[in-house]
């Protein structure tokens, strides 16, 4: 709900001034983190918003096959960033961040339609809770190993509110993800020590609102809602850029 994310950017806004919020601007970096069957390109279109406000943005290219691949490669980029980070996930990319974000460089957490698992749960933990009622991923069994979405399904569960082009795209280019990324236990969770925000996108099909939000309340996040499928950062970049700058502008 566009609603929800107006008032929290408000608040945000209000509790530091003009200067404050433009010297934020050049004093943190923000690396984004995608998630499962995608790449960092999905990125784009947030990382030139929020690149045309002044932030140093990285995105991460995980090969997302296994968890600790991927917190290396999230990492890494850590590691080149210019200034202190605001660490962005969306998906899977939340279990990557939640790993990979206890570095002293990590300032605060942003999940975006994420998973944010606690210490000894998995991704095939929190995906495989009963949600009644929701739907969810429609994963194919899995092939030598990895995971992919049945291809005529993808489109409207992952990015129904995204160019239909786009979309069947998307679904033929899947990425395969996996089955060790998806069942290796987090041990440290960053949302324990870090400040967390949390984007629940309310139509999504791939992770179940419910699961979004019970995620969210145990990291105790500041939570916006947004009536969005799981591709959000397609879908809406200008609103998931503002909440990241948003997010930005209160990290010292």
């Given at each position: ?50 690149s ?19 917190v ?6 850590i ?93 033929d ?9 998806v ?52 879908s809406?970049?200008q ?14």
């Amino acid at each position: 709900m566009k609603r929800a994310i107006t008032g929290l950017l408000a608040a945000m806004i209000t509790t530091a001034s003009p200067l404050a919020a433009s010297a934020a601007e050049k004093a943190v970096s923000i690396v984004v983190v995608h998630g499962a069957f995608v790449d960092a390109s999905g990125w784009q279109a947030v990382h030139d918003i929020l690149s045309a406000k002044g932030y140093e943005v990285l995105a991460v290219q995980n090969p997302t096959v296994t968890l600790k691949g991927d917190v290396e490669a999230t990492r890494q980029v850590i590691a080149r960033a210019k200034k202190p980070v605001v660490l962005v996930g969306h998906s899977y990319g939340g279990a990557v961040i939640t790993e990979a974000g206890d570095l002293p460089k990590v300032q605060s957490l942003v999940y975006l339609a994420a998973y944010a698992p606690q210490a000894g749960e998995s991704v095939f933990d929190i995906a495989t809770a009963p949600t009644p009622g929701e739907d969810k991923a429609p994963l194919l069994p899995p092939s030598n190993n990895f995971l992919l979405c049945d291809l005529e399904k993808f489109p409207t569960s992952f990015a129904a509110d995204v160019d239909p082009k786009t979309a069947r795209f998307m679904a033929d280019a899947q990425v395969p993800w996996g089955l060790e990324a998806v069942q290796t236990k987090i041990t440290a969770p960053a949302w324990k020590d870090k400040p967390t925000y949390f984007m629940v996108t309310t139509k999504d099909h791939m992770i179940p609102p419910s699961q979004q939000r019970a995620n969210a309340a145990r990291a105790k996040a500041k939570v916006v809602e947004i009536d969005s499928s799981h591709a959000v950062m397609l879908s809406h970049p200008q609103e998931v850029a503002d909440f990241i700058a948003g997010v930005a502008a209160q990290t010292n």
